[in-house]
């Protein structure tokens, strides 16, 4: 983006201020994931964002993992969103913060708020904390523990701490305002007792922090200046910088809030994902069609192409929906130049060059990708025994159809003009073979100028060719009746999946590994499948086709 003049986004324009007027003297960002499942693409934005805000402020960026509500938390996660995070270039020094270490410092925030007359130990059951809160409209009731002594405060608390209280039998509110127009400010529980284990500090709490106390002081700990979340916690900021105001840290961290990415029919929510793997219709989180990170670098996206969608899809204040569209460019056009273009047969028959001598094998120099010479070139076999795509000929063509039927010459793109001189077909009515006759001076580079043909091709080799096995992938969900059946189900799309068996490959493939990616030319750009492929069978994931309709604006 050398040289472009980029507008700043709102975001930008506050820690310009936050800088000029001295609130900080440095930027230091942060991601805080809950341990509770996969990333996805949504997250790939807010990390993104946050990364680079830290490189563009010349600041830091902190990876924090939100572990303080240990029902959800799963130690499997922690690996999975580590190794995201880090694919996505996101780099964070591999020191991985955790909430949970946090626990004493907010156990003595909590404690400095009860000195201070502003947090206190409410006995109400969860009903009742509801019932007194008040509506959209009515203003709530101060609960009748609302005035205990800061005494017995402290001591009620430390008992809570020590486990002499039940599971739900009392909570910690802060004191702060049951009139307030804004819900979120009605003296919030900020701890509760409950006996869980917990994966990093085991049994040793049996109080635990909610989120809206959590968090401020999570990122104030950690020096955090901005502290970026997305719209629905709009409406928490008052409490944000109540809790931090109120514990009295130095430089306390200000909240921004930003819209979510959504995608169009793009499927991102937790729940009908495990639904969707319980029932078997995808092969787990990591299924090429779903959009978690570790599915789409299954799939074969690259971090510079999602990188390159989010610059595009800019950071906003008003929620929206970006085109699918959007990503499948940013994918071809960083595919385009760095991956290798070979030839590869989806849907093959053989194509017989009658006059071309048996057990011939003569090798034609190609260019690995003609629109980057850097990739060099190499040796492709060619023979007398050919495979070419199914829809490359037709018995009776239609008119403008410029490839193989009957009488009509095209050219082996790379190798020789042939001209089909018969086929064959099976019981069924199958084609199962076209013959054809080549001619010797128009191989591709002799500066051969007789003729012209209308149409390319492209085939394999069939005595080297390889046998491997291809996806193709349409959104899971139908595209044009929308995500959602009346009824709340996904409406999901028949051909989201088809699985092609047996495609041919030209010999360079031999060297690909799991992860590879390739242009099959004229078909799209692949990649090696990381799960499924093994030593004896190679297996791709198309990524995205060659055509696009969409154009950045
Ligand atoms: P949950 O539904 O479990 O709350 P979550 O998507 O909020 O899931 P978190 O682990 O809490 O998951 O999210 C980590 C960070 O990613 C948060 O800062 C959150 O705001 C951000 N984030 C989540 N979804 C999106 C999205 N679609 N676009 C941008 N940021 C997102
Ligand atoms: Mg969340």
Same mark, same amino acid.
């Given at each position: 983006?050398?040289?472009?003049?980029?507008?700043?986004?709102?975001?930008?324009?506050?820690?310009?201020?936050?800088?000029?007027?001295?609130?900080?003297?440095?930027v230091v960002t942060r991601f805080p994931p809950e341990p509770n499942g996969y990333l996805h693409i949504g997250h790939a934005k807010s990390i993104l964002l946050n990364y680079g805000l830290a490189v563009k402020y010349g600041g830091t960026f902190n990876f924090r993992f939100d572990d303080t509500n240990p029902t959800k938390e799963k130690t499997e996660f922690v690996q999975s969103i580590m190794d995201d995070v880090k694919w996505l270039g996101a780099d964070f020094g591999d020191?991985?913060?955790?909430?949970?270490?946090?626990?004493?410092?907010?156990?003595?925030?909590?404690?400095?708020?009860?000195?201070?007359?502003?947090?206190?130990?409410?006995?109400?059951?969860?009903?009742?904390?509801?019932?007194?809160?008040?509506t959209l409209t009515e203003p709530g009731k101060n609960s009748p523990y609302r005035d205990r002594s800061i005494e017995e405060n402290l001591q009620l608390f430390e008992a809570m701490k020590n486990g002499e209280f039940p599971d739900g039998s009392k909570v910690l509110r802060a004191k702060i305002d049951m009139a307030s127009p804004n819900i979120n400010m009605r003296d919030p529980v900020i701890y509760r007792i409950a006996r869980m284990t917990h994966h990093n500090t085991g049994?040793?709490?049996?109080?635990?922090?909610?989120?809206?106390?959590?968090?401020?002081?999570?990122?104030?700990?950690?020096?955090?200046?901005?502290?970026?979340?997305?719209?629905?916690?709009?409406?928490?900021?008052?409490?944000?910088?109540?809790?931090?105001?109120?514990?009295?840290?130095?430089?306390?961290?200000?909240?921004?809030?930003?819209?979510?990415?959504?995608?169009?029919?793009?499927?991102?929510?937790?729940?009908?994902?495990?639904?969707?793997?319980?029932?078997?219709?995808?092969?787990?989180?990591?299924?090429?069609?779903?959009?978690?990170?570790?599915?789409?670098?299954?799939?074969?996206?690259?971090?510079?192409?999602?990188?390159?969608?989010?610059?595009?899809?800019?950071?906003?204040?008003?929620?929206?929906?970006?085109?699918?569209?959007?990503?499948?460019?940013?994918?071809?056009?960083?595919?385009?130049?760095?991956?290798?273009?070979?030839?590869?047969?989806?849907?093959?028959?053989?194509?017989?060059?009658?006059?071309?001598?048996?057990?011939?094998?003569?090798?034609?120099?190609?260019?690995?990708?003609?629109?980057?010479?850097?990739?060099?070139?190499?040796?492709?076999?060619?023979?007398?025994?050919?495979? &070419?795509?199914? !829809? +490359?000929?037709?018995?009776?063509?239609?008119?403008?159809?410029?490839? *193989?039927? $009957?009488?009509?010459? #095209?050219?082996?793109?790379?190798?020789?003009?042939?001209?089909?001189?018969?086929?064959?077909?099976?019981?069924?009515?199958?084609?199962?073979?076209?013959?054809?006759?080549?001619?010797?001076?128009?191989?591709?580079?002799?500066?051969?100028?007789?003729?012209?043909?209308?149409?390319?091709?492209?085939?394999?080799?069939?005595?080297?060719?390889?046998?491997?096995?291809?996806?193709?992938?349409?959104? &899971?969900?139908? !595209? +044009?009746?929308?995500?959602?059946?009346?009824?709340?189900?996904?409406? *999901?799309? $028949?051909?989201?999946? #088809?699985?092609?068996?047996?495609?041919?490959?030209?010999?360079?493939?031999?060297?690909?590994?799991?992860?590879?990616?390739?242009?099959?030319?004229?078909?799209?750009?692949?990649?090696?499948?990381?799960?499924?492929?093994?030593?004896?069978?190679?297996?791709?994931?198309?990524?995205?086709?060659?055509?696009?309709?969409?154009?950045?604006?």
């Amino acid at each position: 983006m050398e040289g472009e003049v980029i507008s700043k986004n709102f975001i930008e324009q506050e820690i310009d201020r936050d800088l000029e007027q001295g609130r900080y003297d440095k930027v230091v960002t942060r991601f805080p994931p809950e341990p509770n499942g996969y990333l996805h693409i949504g997250h790939a934005k807010s990390i993104l964002l946050n990364y680079g805000l830290a490189v563009k402020y010349g600041g830091t960026f902190n990876f924090r993992f939100d572990d303080t509500n240990p029902t959800k938390e799963k130690t499997e996660f922690v690996q999975s969103i580590m190794d995201d995070v880090k694919w996505l270039g996101a780099d964070f020094g591999d020191k991985a913060y955790f909430a949970s270490d946090y626990f004493d410092a907010m156990y003595e925030a909590a404690v400095k708020l009860i000195k201070k007359g502003k947090a206190y130990v409410c006995d109400l059951s969860a009903e009742e904390i509801r019932e007194y809160r008040g509506t959209l409209t009515e203003p709530g009731k101060n609960s009748p523990y609302r005035d205990r002594s800061i005494e017995e405060n402290l001591q009620l608390f430390e008992a809570m701490k020590n486990g002499e209280f039940p599971d739900g039998s009392k909570v910690l509110r802060a004191k702060i305002d049951m009139a307030s127009p804004n819900i979120n400010m009605r003296d919030p529980v900020i701890y509760r007792i409950a006996r869980m284990t917990h994966h990093n500090t085991g049994d040793k709490w049996c109080i635990y922090p909610m989120y809206d106390f959590a968090h401020p002081i999570e990122d104030a700990v950690e020096g955090v200046t901005h502290s970026i979340c997305t719209l629905e916690f709009e409406d928490h900021r008052p409490l944000y910088e109540w809790v931090v105001n109120e514990i009295g840290f130095e430089h306390p961290p200000r909240q921004i809030e930003f819209a979510k990415l959504y995608l169009k029919n793009v499927i991102t929510g937790k729940r009908y994902i495990k639904k969707l793997v319980e029932d078997g219709i995808v092969d787990g989180w990591d299924d090429p069609r779903l959009v978690s990170i570790a599915a789409l670098r299954r799939r074969g996206f690259t971090a510079d192409s999602i990188r390159r969608f989010m610059e595009l899809s800019g950071v906003s204040k008003a929620n929206s929906e970006s085109d699918y569209a959007m990503i499948e460019y940013c994918l071809r056009e960083d595919l385009k130049l760095k991956a290798n273009r070979y030839m590869a047969v989806l849907d093959p028959i053989k194509l017989i060059i009658d006059n071309y001598p048996e057990g011939q094998v003569e090798y034609v120099e190609v260019e690995n990708n003609q629109e980057n010479p850097e990739a060099g070139t190499r040796q492709v076999a060619f023979s007398r025994e050919l495979y &070419i795509e199914r !829809e +490359d000929f037709m018995e009776e063509p239609p008119k403008k159809y410029f490839r *193989l039927f $009957p009488g009509n010459e #095209v050219r082996l793109k790379n190798a020789y003009f042939v001209k089909c001189v018969d086929y064959k077909k099976d019981e069924n009515g199958k084609v199962t073979e076209v013959h054809c006759t080549y001619d010797p001076e128009t191989k591709s580079g002799s500066g051969f100028e007789g003729r012209k043909v209308k149409g390319t091709i492209h085939w394999v080799s069939a005595e080297s060719a390889i046998d491997a096995e291809a996806r193709l992938y349409e959104n &899971i969900v139908d !595209e +044009d009746k929308g995500k959602l059946n009346e009824d709340g189900t996904l409406n *999901l799309n $028949p051909n989201s999946l #088809v699985v092609l068996e047996h495609i041919k490959l030209e010999a360079a493939f031999k060297e690909a590994k799991p992860g590879d990616k390739f242009q099959f030319l004229r078909n799209g750009f692949f990649c090696v499948d990381v799960k499924d492929t093994t030593e004896d069978k190679l297996v791709f994931n198309r990524i995205v086709s060659l055509k696009s309709s969409y154009k950045p604006a």
